[in-house]
């Protein structure tokens, strides 16, 4: 009986050593897939092109994206009627330094944008990024692989930074000034439409993808599957 005591206890501890030895090797398995999937300047072995997003090629995408945008602006501008009539922005007081003041931001805004896309980009990359403009718009690129978490950060971060900040100038600036300061954070969340529909779309993408975006195109990377 003692012998055969010993016996079951010595089979329960080799049953719990491979048990525990399984639960270290998924636990360096999964230590060593999230290190694979973070940010590089050099594709890891592994990986295969997903899938590809171009919103100049893709006719398609590109209608959906602006005409998400056409909705978030006609929403917002009719919130912007509920919050302060028009009637403030059509005041003669200072209305053609109003209107140079809004040419300029808006214009000035499409910039700020993308060089925000562009600091967090070099944040997590160590890589400056590449900024540029195709003629209608101004972009934020990188030669870097970013992780699903690093890329959404850099999608929303802009619209988020920017939505603040217009946020509060439009409750300090005076009345008169209110539709100047609405009509930029417009642009800025109705602009933001694409990186709302990526953002949208990597979350419910598995986590160790890469995505590599070019500014004017943007490709997702993920693991080749074990044959």
Excluded at 167 to 187: K, R, S
């Amino acid at each position: 009986t003692r012998n055969g005591a010993c016996c079951i206890r010595i089979g329960g501890a080799n049953r719990g050593n491979d048990f525990f030895r399984r639960v270290e090797s998924d636990r360096r398995l999964n230590r060593e897939g999230k290190q694979m999937a973070q940010t590089t300047t050099t594709l890891p072995d592994g990986y295969q092109l997903y899938f590809e997003m171009d919103l100049q090629k893709d006719r398609k995408l590109a209608l959906r994206v602006n005409g998400l945008a056409l909705l978030l602006a006609a929403v917002l501008l009719v919130l912007g009627l509920l919050w302060h009539s028009w009637r403030e922005w059509m005041n003669t007081d200072h209305f053609f330094l109003r209107s140079i003041v809004l040419i300029v931001g808006m214009i000035g805004y499409l910039f700020l944008h993308e060089w925000v896309h562009g600091i967090f980009m070099k944040h997590f990359s160590g890589v400056k990024a590449q900024y540029g403009f195709t003629g209608l718009y101004a972009y934020a690129g990188s030669g870097a692989y970013f992780n699903r978490k690093q890329y959404i950060i850099i999608a929303m971060a802009p619209v988020v930074i920017w939505g603040v900040v217009l946020l509060a100038c439009m409750l300090a600036v005076p009345a008169t000034w209110f539709w100047v300061v609405y009509l930029i954070q417009i642009g800025n969340l109705s602009g933001a439409a694409g990186d709302f529909y990526v953002a949208w779309n990597m979350q419910k993408m598995p986590e160790e993808i890469l995505i590599q975006d070019s500014g004017v195109s943007m490709r997702v990377y993920a693991r080749e599957p074990k044959p």
